[in-house]
Each structure stands twice: as C-alpha cells, then as structure tokens.
C-alpha cells in the first residue's frame, strides 16, 4: 500500500489524512471479483411456464332455451304490480305473444351474437322434454370436443324443483313438465357453460354439482367391476370441464323493480354498457350530472368495437376494469380458464363481474360455479363510475351542440398509478394491479410508446415480473406489434422480447411462424442502433436458432452469419460475446449454415476473439469454433483442413488465464475428438504404449521411502475442511502416505489399518468435483497416468504446437487435453478426463480381443494400475507387498514385474482393458479415480458394452446459458455497491474505515522508531512445516502454507481458524502466496513450483473455502531443478546447499508479486522470463526475458515507475521497466552479489532504492540510477530466509543455524531470537520463512519444526 512520503513524517494524523487514505481504498480496483469468478457458470433454474394455453377452446354452439309463456303467470310468484316486465329490451305485452316471443328470442341471439359472431344459434322457444333434448343433442354432436353453451330463461315456468329439475311445457301448453338436470348433463356433455336466468337458480347449480359427483362414483365402479350392470351402460361424460352462472342463491327471488328489465342477469351478461349506464343513472350520486336521463343514454353516439367513439371508448375501459379486477382477485389458474381460454366464456364472465355489482344492490347474489372470490366492493369500480361520469357529462353538449368528445383520461391515469408502482416500490410486495390495464393500452397508438416504456421497466425486474407479464396475456399483442413499422418502437420491443426470451425460450417457434425474426434481423443490421439494442437484439436470435431446426433455416435464409459476422469487432463486448454465441448456435448441427459460414471465412474472422481482452467473448469465440468443428454431417478433404486449423487455433488458448475459457476449450476440442474418433484412438493406443515401456525420470525417485512427508503425531493432526471443488485425501486420515496403505485393499487380513477397507474408501477420497462424476465413475486413465504421459510427450515442446505438419493434429490435440487434464482448476481437469477416458476406452476396447475376467479371482484381486504391466494378486495368508512394488503413483516410476522376488503362490495377473475398465488404484490430486471395489466389478465385467461414456457430443459448460441469465436480471437497477444504503456498501465503508484505522496507528509506532522486536505474541505448532507465511495487512489472520495445503491463524486470539488443501499434485509444493483485495474483499493466492496460480475465497470464516479460479502462471517450468518437499530437516539442507552452492542452479519454485493498483501480477522462478498477467483480462499482457542462464528468486515492482527488480539464482539483481521492448527493457544488472539472491526489494517511497540480500548474508543497498551499490551491510551466514519492513525500515534475517536477527536499516541488531518464550525455553529450528506485517511491526517466523511464531515490538506499543 503506498503511503506518501510526506504523510510518512507529518507529526500530527489529522482527520482529513483518514479520509484521504480512505479515498486511495475507494480508488482501487478490485480483482477477480466478477459475476464470473462469484457465482457459479449456469443457467438460471427454468421456472415452469404455465401462461401458455395448454387447451385453447372456442364455444362453437348456442342454444337459447326461452320458457316465457308470454301472457301467462307460473302459480309459484306472486308478481308486483307494477313489475319489471323487458325481455332483452322488448316489452312483451306490446305486441302479440308469439310475435313477441320470437322478437325476443331474435334479439337475444342478437345480444349474443356482439360477443361471439361466429358461433352456431338455436333457439328454443317454449319447447317440450323431447324438443330440448333433441336440440342439445344435435349441437353436442356438431361441437364434438368444444364448447357448447346452454342459455336458460325461465322467467315464465315455476321455479326450479329441490330434486334437480327445471321445468318446460307439454305440446299443448297445458301442463308444465320437468326436465331433469341429470338428463340435461347426459345431452349436453362436456365441456359446457350453463346460464340460468330465473328465481331460486342456485338449485340447479347445487344439483347440477351433486349429480356431476354420482357420475364420477359410477365410472370407477364401472372401472374396477366390469360385469356391474352400470359398465354395461353406455360411459356418461364427467362434468368436470363445465362452467355455470346463475343470476341468483337458491333461496332468492329475482327483483322485480319496474325500471329493471326482467331479465337483469341477462342484460347485465349480454348488453352490460347498456345496464350499467341504466343503473348508473338510477344511483343518487347521477343527480351530479346534470341534464343526464334515460332517453338521453340510449343515443350515446358511436359503436361498441370503434374504441374512438364515447360509447366504443366506455366498452373499452369496462373490458380493461373488469380484466384488472378478475386478474387481481382470482387465482391464476382460475383467472386463465376463465378469462383467457375461450373468448365468449371470457367476455360472460367479465360482464357478470358487473351483474355481481349491480344484482347485490337489490339483495340477489348471482352465483357462478367455479365460484368466484366476491369483486362487488374492488376499488376499480369506482375508477369506472368516474369514468361513466366524465362520459356522461359530456353528453347534454354532444348531442344537442354536436361539441367534439373529450378522450376519457382513465389510461393515462392508470400508467401513472403503474409508474408510481414502479418507482417507489419495494423488491418484496404484491404485483401492480394496473398489469392488465397496460396490456389494453397497447392496443391503443396514443398511449403505446408510454405503454411498452413502463411495460418494458417491469419486465427488468426478474423473472418473476416476466411470468406474471405472460399470464396477464401479453404475448400475442407484443408479438404482433412486431409488425408495426414505427421505429421508436424498436428499442422497447427488443427490450421487451430480450426479457421474455430469457425466461421462456420456448418462444422461439412462435416468433419464427409469425415471420418475427425478421424484425431483428433489421435491428441487427441497423448500424444507427445503439450497440445494446443490437446485442438485445443478437441474443434473441440467438435463442430462436437455438437447438432449432425451422429457426437456423429462417434466419439463414434472413443472412444472419453476414450480418453477426460484420458486427465481430465492434466495441461493445456483450455485442462481440453474444455474436459469437449466436454464429455458434446457428451452424451447430446445421451443415448449411457451416458451409456459409466457411464461404464467409467466418471461423477466421472469429480468430480474432480468442485474443479478446474480455474473457467471456474469448469464451464465445471457443464455442462457436466449438461447434463449427463438431457438426456431425459428411467430410470432405476441404472440411478437414478446415477442422485441423481451428483445432491448432484453439490449442493456443491452452494456458489462457480463465477457467472459464479452458472449460470451453475442453469442450470445444471433445467435439473434435468425437468427429475423428478412428484417429484420436490410434493416438491413444500410441500413447498408451509409449507410457508404459518409458520411465519418467521424477524429482521423488531419488528419495528413499522414509523420506516421504513423514507420519504426523496423530493428536497433532487436525481435521481438515473439507473444500468446495476438492476432498482432502487428509480428512479421513491421519497419515498422508496414503498410497502404500493403498497398495492392497484387502490389508485388514494382514492387520493393516481398517481404515483403508474398500468400504471406507468412499469417504476418503470421492472427489466432489463441481462437474461431479457419478461415484462409480472407472477412469481407465488415472491422473497419474495422464501426467506421466504429458511429461513423455516432451511437453517443453507446448509452445511449438502451433504450425506443425496436420498428419500430428490429433498427436497435438492429444498432448493438449493431457496438459487440460492437469489443469489446476479441477473442473478443467475433470471434462479433460472424461474426454481423455472415453476415447482410451473406446481404443482399447477397439484393440483387445474381447475377454471376460473370471469373477472368482476379480473377487480377490487388487485392483489393476493401468500404469504398471503386471500388477500382482495379493492372496490371503501371502506376504504383504514388498516396498519394491510400491505402486507408481509413489514413485512415478513404472515397477518391474516383479515375480521373481515374490513367493510362487502369486501367479502373474494381467490386467485385460476387454472386459472392464481397470481399476485405477492411485491417489491423484483428490481426484477420485477408484472403482466400486472389486467385489462388485465381476457384475459389470460381463458386459463390455454397458460402460459409461464419458462424452457426449451434447457436453456443455453452461456458458451460453449462463450469459443469458444476463438479460434475466435486472439490467437498469443500480448494482448494490453503488447504492449508498446497500449493505455491501455499508460493510466497505466499515472496512475502508478500519484499514485506515491500521495505517494511522502502525505509522504512529513506527515513526518513533522500533528499538527491538522480539516480544512473542504469538506461538503454535503448524499442521505442516511452514513453508511461505504472509499476514494480512488489516485484519489479525495471517496464512501459513506448508507444502500442498494452507493453515490460517488470528494472531490476536491465538487460535487457528482454518486448515484447508491447496490442490496441488504430490511432485509440487507451494512456494509464493499473495493476497488480493487486501483492502476489501480478501481473496488469497498460491503459487506452486509447477507453475499454477490458485485464488481462494471465503477461507479464515465459518464458510467452506472456495477456489475462485487458477491457471498455469508459467507453463515451462523446468521440471528437473524442481526443489524437494520441504517436509523434513533433511530436505531443509538440502535447500540451504542449493542457496550455497551456486553450481545447482534451481529450486525457486514460482515467485510472484502483486500490484494491487493496477490488477498486473509479476510471475516468474525456474524459467528464462518474467510473465506479467492483467488479473481485469485474465491474459498475460507481457513475457520480459531475464536474460540470465539461472532462476528469479525474487520479484519486487513498482506500479508508480514501471519497475520491476529481480533477483536471480547466480546472485545478480536486474531492473526491468516494462514499458519497453523485450529487447531493450532490461535497464539495470547488478553483479555485486556472489550467490543466490534471497530477496530484493524495490522501496515503493519517491526516491525508493533497491535492497538486496543473498544467501551470504551481504545485504546491498542501490540507488536504481547509478551502476554501483551504495552501501553494503554484512548479516549473518547461512541466511534461508529474508524480509524487510516496507514501513518501519527493520529487515530480519533467518538462518538455518536457528536464529533470527532483526536489523535496523544502518546495520545495527536490534533483536536476536534463538529461544522460544516459555516452552522450557526450547531452541527455535532452522528457519524456513519469515515475513513481517506491512504495517505493524510484526515479524511471523516459520521454523522446521513446525512452530510459527510472531514477536513484535514492545507491549506498550501495540
């Protein structure tokens, strides 16, 4: 952390300076923290789309059953006098009966025919039993599976019966007959919908429901007894899919007030603008509106449908408050039966919504079935009553001065209301009740822009607000608006289509019948649109050619691969990714689209994306090249050489900096693989071959068995976490050579430990990698295997790759997948096996005669190791396993048979790949590669053919779908960390304040000047040999590794916090840790000597930690100078012979040093250059070449200059500044020192110098100008480990003598540790690493002996 020099001296820490400080935390910028690194790459769970009509239906058929008996009374009503005497508007005593009957009957299929023009009208005018039947029985037939509906008026027969009957007349009107409701359902069938206007309807309703019921009963009766005589019956129909409304309760009577008609119920369903206006002027509250009567309401100029004129304007405003109120009350299965399904069965429930209203103020409940929750007090109706009255108003001057009409303000009002809804709303509340109002307002084009504005901030809100959109019944008036022309429109619409095909992409179909892709094929090539609508607009068609035969052929044929092709460099990178992912989808699995491509030379043009700066658009660019190479039609030569380029391109992403673009690197080389099988399994069989009779020269083969990380003290021993992505091989053990235990599954015979029974091995070691194999996974090839054959393949050659002759693609592409195989992030090496297995598999499956093993000695026999060529069987009552066979995955060396050491009983047992997969018995990198056991493998022995395949050609990584999550989400909400109330910002700003907290008061300390530092604060035993130790710079944790696994303390309390697995293979070890984001969100780095970078989180919490990401930081890394397992003393001196003995050169390990300011990370150690990485792109921006013949033992840089300063293994030091040519950036060499460089700093102060220690002991000062060193101090001798106090100007010395001396800055000791506190005053041991704090005046040691301890200056100080 830079501190001015000028702060460094100020005598009083004002506050401005805190705030200061705080804003230098603001500024900087924060790596791997990503959506990408922060979540997991897959698409968002599909909610379950019901909006879509599983079963649309039309009411095809009417009849209109009228029991008037014009004239004549039924004896069961006593009528008032006056009385309510209109039948659909007609007075029937103004003319004669049977005139008047017809007339009504007309007029009432007049009434119907407004909401349903096309369907089929009987009527039925005081008929008889047989007439009924007749009628209903012809309609069903003609409906066959739709709807018929059956319209009751009994205003002139007796009222319905308790026993389920209605009641019509005899052939001579002389008697009234019933008809029974159960007779009626037989007839009518289903699906039905029933009106019943007369008294006491709520009768029928009952019986209809109890007669419905007893047909159910006796259709399961007929169904489990046959020869019950009902089975022998003809089926009745179930009356489930029937709807009723009754215009009143079972016990009421209908009103009879005189300014009513008779038939209200029927008005109201029928002809409500009419009645509601009728009934509007008939409230008090009409003496408001003056001049308003009767007379004046029947001429209200205009029609119903012409939503321009007042009385088309009222229906529309009705239809849009009677739609609200259902969509508000109703369940909304319920509210899509019944309002969306059926266009007459809609409009009749919208209008009894109104006779609900208008019948309840005369005491009579209209009762539907399936009954609905009562709307009659909701407060939209007072919306329409305001509306009536605008209309109203007007009126008087309309007609007598022929004034204009005034529009009705109702929709405006209502998207203000909506708008209102959306800006001061809460996340967690219940939806806008003007949902359906704005779904009207589309219809009209004065209101429409506003419309699909506000429509379009819904729909942002999530995928939640997309579903309700959808079921309200947005769909068809989107997608025809897709029609429209007007181009202020386009932006909205592909908004609006880009949220709901992020939710549903089943809407692709719909949009490619309706000709709708061609509206965003026009967008797309619209250059004036901005680059976001016309990413909106690739992502929709990239879900319409997604996995979609009709839509790859239309938008093919629209010239989508030009297009998207043109639009590949454009600025924008979403555009650039989703172009890519779009060419990707259209030409997978669709040949025409690829030879179009390949006439547009498009996979060149996509070459240039794996360059890309933004790791998701080189991603994108993988899999469109991914599945231009994996289309399964016929080859010709030309396709293959085709092939083979892309696969060479693809290869050069091979140590690309982002797991994510290597997965899909994976993925896009198995479609390769799976298109030249033949060729990749006689490379296989090659590589199997030569792995075996080849033996690795390995840095563990010179160790001798006991000199392999030793037994830990049990009780020393904690229990590991277990890690997100990894199992710790240590979490069920206490020992960690593992592997020998391992040699035989059958020990406990011998007395071996239990733990290590087939049955326990599960636990283990099952490796939950993300990608997850099934636990019964058999990997015929072990990681081990895989990364002995990497390293036979010569693998140095990696970077010759490109520009080989073609007849050794696919020995290249093999040579890739094996180094993908060894990825450091496990979800790469995990798809990378697969692919690897599965053609190992098929090879040797392909090549051995098929055999099929015994099952009687697989039941004994220890499971096969691919890479030994006679593995024995270890009998019950033999000898245990000489050392000399220890299994390869020990040694890394391939042992000899070696049947002459063994007793004779053990015949030679073979391994054969013919009838099932060997079982792998090694312990790679937690990675489980092990069997079910033995005993069960005979079962799967018999059948060659029921392996698992590993690959597919539909693997995928879930990167498209991942994206698209994008356009799901909320895209105009301010992200949480700029919204100033938001937690995370809350908890930064508490963070930030702390750290500047830490700075003022470590500088107050040590600008009085440190005068010793050896009061221990800290001491515990580490679970492993310290190896690298790094505190944190704000908060009391500091991170101890030891070879392959990461142990956390808080110095403070004393108390370990976490203990986890880095994940490194057994050859390795880690050498460098950083932390990122130290300021913030905390994220720690490993570096191992092979060259791999992991970045965890969530570590030293109560959370599991999780690796964020890894990559191969240097990807030659000399493997022979490799240094040994720091596990031991001896191992120890074996380091320090090779700090003093310059002749071995090597043993480094990786060194790394982070610029926080500008996301760059320095990497370099047992290679030739210094690679820098941009951490915000995920790429290696530079290689400097060091120019030397020896290793980089140190890096230090400086973001203010451009320096880099290196200290090197031959003991020079050399100043880089990476502005300039590899050429020439080397500006400064020093050569003063005699020996291994153990550190050198580069101070970050204006005037900084250089400080450099070697293994001598000579600490020399530079000044970066001048050729010579300034001043030279000599420390101690046999000097291991070094750091110096970036703050305090202290540098501490360790040494493998076992002491530590801590230096002021002239050369002066002010401390010198050789005891430990208490502890009977033990010595320390030889010290492996110490580093101070870079702010408080802390110094963590390390020592061989697993102690870790930090001493600090005196008490009082802290």
């Known amino acids: 952390m830079k501190m001015d020099s000028d702060l460094l001296h100020s005598p009083a820490v004002g506050l401005a300076e805190e705030e200061e400080a705080d804003m230098n935390d603001w500024k900087l910028p924060l790596a791997f923290m990503k959506k990408r690194h922060s979540e997991k790459i897959e698409g968002s769970k599909a909610l379950a789309q019901s909006w879509r009509m599983k079963d649309r239906m039309k009411t095809v058929s009417v009849a209109l059953v009228l029991c008037l008996n014009v004239g004549v009374d039924p004896p069961d009503v006593v009528k008032t006098s006056p009385c309510a005497r209109l039948e659909c508007w007609i007075d029937p005593l103004s003319m004669s009966p049977q005139k008047a009957l017809e007339t009504i009957g007309a007029n009432l299929q007049k009434q119907y025919e407004n909401w349903q023009p096309r369907a089929r009208y009987k009527q039925s005018l005081d008929p008889t039993v047989d007439e009924v039947k007749k009628l209903c029985t012809s309609l069903r037939r003609n409906a066959k599976e739709e709807r018929v509906l059956f319209h009751y008026n009994g205003h002139g027969v007796p009222r319905p019966t308790v026993n389920g009957e209605i009641w019509v007349f005899n052939k001579n009107y002389t008697q009234y007959i019933p ?42 009766v007929a169904a489990i007894n046959p020869s019950h005589p009902l089975a022998q019956m003809p089926l009745p129909p179930s009356m489930k899919n029937c709807i009723q409304l009754a215009a009143c309760e079972a016990s009421e009577l209908l009103p009879m007030n005189p300014d009513l008609p008779a038939d209200l119920f029927t008005s109201c369903l029928t002809t409500p603008i009419k009645i509601a206006l009728r009934w509007f002027c008939m409230q008090k509250s009409a003496k408001l509106v003056p001049g308003v009567t009767l007379d004046l309401i029947e001429k209200i100029p205009g029609r119903l449908n012409d939503r321009r004129t007042p009385l088309g304007e009222l229906n529309w405003i009705f239809t849009a408050i009677t739609d609200t109120i259902a969509w508000n009350v109703l369940p909304r299965d319920l509210f899509q039966k019944l309002f969306r399904q059926d266009l007459l069965v809609a409009s009749l429930f919208r209008n009894f919504l109104l006779a609900e209203r208008i019948m309840r103020s005369y005491n009579c409940t209209p009762v539907s079935s399936p009954r609905l929750p009562p709307t009659y007090m909701h407060a939209m109706w007072q919306a329409w009553d305001l509306a009536v009255d605008i209309c109203l108003s007007q009126l008087p001057t309309i007609i007598e001065e022929g004034t204009a009409f005034r529009h009705s303000p109702f929709f405006a009002e209502q998207l203000t209301a909506f708008q209102v809804w959306l800006t001061m709303g809460v996340e967690n509340r219940n939806p806008p009740e003007q949902l359906p109002i704005v779904l009207q307002v589309l219809l009209s084009q004065v209101h429409r822009l506003r419309a699909l504005d506000l429509l379009g901030r819904f729909l942002d809100l999530g995928p939640w607000a997309v579903s309700l959109a959808l079921s309200v019944g947005i769909f068809p008036y989107v997608l025809k608006l897709l029609q429209s022309s007007a181009r202020e429109l386009r932006p909205l619409l592909v908004f609006i289509w880009a949220k709901i095909l992020a939710v549903d992409s089943s809407c692709q179909a719909d949009l490619v019948k309706d000709n709708g892709h061609k509206y965003f094929l026009s967008v797309l090539a619209d250059s004036y649109m901005p680059a976001e609508h016309r990413t909106m607009a690739v992502f929709i068609l990239a879900v319409i050619v997604n996995s979609y035969n009709t839509g790859q052929e239309a938008c093919l044929q629209g010239n989508l691969i030009a297009n998207c092709l043109e639009q590949l460099s454009d600025p924008h990178p979403l555009l650039r990714q989703w172009v890519a992912i779009c060419l990707g989808r259209i030409w997978q699995n669709f040949d025409p689209a690829r030879w179009c491509g390949v006439r547009d030379s498009a996979h060149e043009k996509l070459y240039t994306l794996l360059s890309d700066p933004i790791p998701e658009v080189r991603c994108a660019a993988v899999f469109a090249l991914g599945t231009f190479v994996g289309n399964s039609a016929e080859r010709t030569d030309h396709s293959t050489t085709i092939d083979h380029n892309v696969a060479m391109m693809l290869a050069q992403l091979i140590n690309d900096g982002s797991p994510v673009v290597r997965k899909e690197l994976v993925v896009a080389l198995s479609h390769l693989v799976v298109q030249y099988e033949s060729n990749f399994c006689t490379v296989a069989l090659q590589f199997i071959e030569e792995e075996k009779n ?10 001798e068995p006991g000199n392999l990380t030793p037994v830990r003290d049990s009780p020393a021993i904690p229990r590991l976490r277990s890690v997100n992505s990894y199992t710790n091989i240590r979490a069920a053990t206490s020992a960690r050579n593992l592997n020998k235990s391992l040699q035989n599954l059958n020990l406990n015979e011998e007395g071996g430990p239990a733990a290590f029974s087939p049955g326990n091995l599960s636990t ?27 390293r036979v393949s010569s693998y140095s050659s990696l970077n010759s790759l490109i520009g080989v002759s073609f007849n050794s693609v696919y020995t290249q592409i093999w040579r890739v997948l094996l180094h993908l195989a060894a990825d450091p992030f496990p979800e790469v090496s995990d798809l990378a096996m697969k692919v690897l297995n599965s053609i190992a598999y098929k090879a040797t499956m392909n090549a051995r005669p098929q055999r099929i093993l015994d099952s009687g000695s697989l039941t004994q026999s220890a499971p096969a190791s691919p890479t030994s060529k006679g593995t024995h069987i270890h009998q019950a009552g033999g000898s245990p396993p000489m050392p000399s066979t220890s299994s390869s995955s020990l040694t890394n060396e391939v042992p000899k048979p070696p049947a002459r050491e063994q007793p004779a009983t053990r015949p030679p047992y073979t391994p054969t790949l013919g009838g099932q997969a060997p079982h792998s018995h090694q312990f790679p990198r937690t990675r489980k590669m092990f069997d079910k056991g033995p005993e069960q493998a005979a079962e799967d022995g018999d059948d060659p053919g029921g392996h698992r395949n590993y690959i597919s050609p539909s693997l995928q990584t879930g990167l498209c779908d991942w994206s698209a999550k994008y356009f799901a989400q909320p895209v105009m909400k301010i992200p949480e960390e700029h919204d100033m109330e938001s937690q995370v910002r809350m908890e930064r700003q508490w963070r930030f304040l702390r750290n500047s907290r830490v700075r003022r008061q470590s500088r107050g300390i040590t600008q009085r000047g440190v005068s010793r530092l050896d009061d221990q604060i800290f001491i515990n035993r580490n679970p492993g040999v310290p190896s690298v130790v790094k505190f944190h710079p704000f908060n009391t944790c500091i991170a101890v590794a030891d070879k392959d696994s990461i142990c956390f303390w808080d110095w403070e309390k004393g108390e370990r916090l976490d203990y986890f697995y880095n994940g490194n293979p057994r050859y390795t070890r880690i050498t460098a840790m950083e932390y990122l984001n130290g300021h913030d969100c905390s994220l720690l780095l490993t570096a191992t000597d092979d060259g791999a970078l992991r970045i965890w989180k969530n570590f030293a919490d109560q959370k599991n930690p999780e690796m964020v990401t890894a990559w191969q930081g240097l990807s030659d890394m000399l493997p022979t100078t490799r240094g040994q397992p720091s596990a031991s003393a001896h191992s120890l001196a074996r380091r320090v012979s090779i700090y003093l003995d310059r002749s071995k050169q090597g043993g480094a390990g990786m060194v790394v040093d982070w610029e926080q300011e500008t996301g760059l990370l320095m990497t370099s150690g047992d290679v ?44 020079s030091v050399r100043v880089f500044d990476r502005r300039m040519g590899p050429n020439d950036c080397r500006v400064m060499t020093y050569r003063e020192h005699g020996a291994w460089v153990v550190k050198a700093h580069l101070q970050k102060e204006t005037d900084g110098h250089i400080i450099s220690v070697s293994v001598n002991g000579d ?35 360790g040494s493998m003598n076992q ?13 010198n540790i050789k005891y430990y506190d208490g502890f009977m005053g033990q010595r320390i041991g030889a010290i492996s690493c110490l580093a101070f704090h870079p702010y408080w005046p802390h110094l963590a040691v390390g020592s061989n002996d697993y102690y870790m301890s930090i001493y600090s200056a005196e008490k009082r100080l802290r």
């Open 179 to 220: 008809l029974s409701i159960y007779d009626l359902q037989t007839w009518m069938g289903s699906p039905s919908i029933f009106v019943y206007d007369c008294s006491n309807a709520g009768i029928i309703v009952k019986s209809f429901k109890q007669f419905a019921l007893q047909r159910e009963q006796e259709l399961e």
């Open 694 to 703: 080849y033996t690795v020269p390995s840095p563990a083969n010179t160790a």
């Open 764 to 790: 283990s070691s099952s490796a939950s990698s993300t990608l997850g194999s099934p636990d019964n996974d058999e990997y015929i090839l072990s990681f081990e295997t895989i990364d002995k054959m990497r």
């Open 1168 to 1211: 030739r250059v210094i690679r820098i990485w941009d951490t915000d792109r995920e790429m290696k921006v530079q290689d400097i070449p060091t120019g030397a013949d020896s290793c980089v033992t140190s890096l230090s840089c400086d973001s203010q200059h451009s320096l880099i300063v290196a200290g090197l293994g031959d003991g």
């Open 1259 to 1293: 600490v020399r000062f530079f000044e970066p100008r001048t050729p010579d060193s300034i001043n030279v101090l000599q420390t101690v001798k046999g000097l291991t480990a070094l750091d110096i106090h970036p703050q305090a100007n202290l540098f501490a010395c």
């Open 1299 to 1311: 002491f530590i001396a801590v230096y002021n800055i002239n050369g002066d000791v002010i401390s």
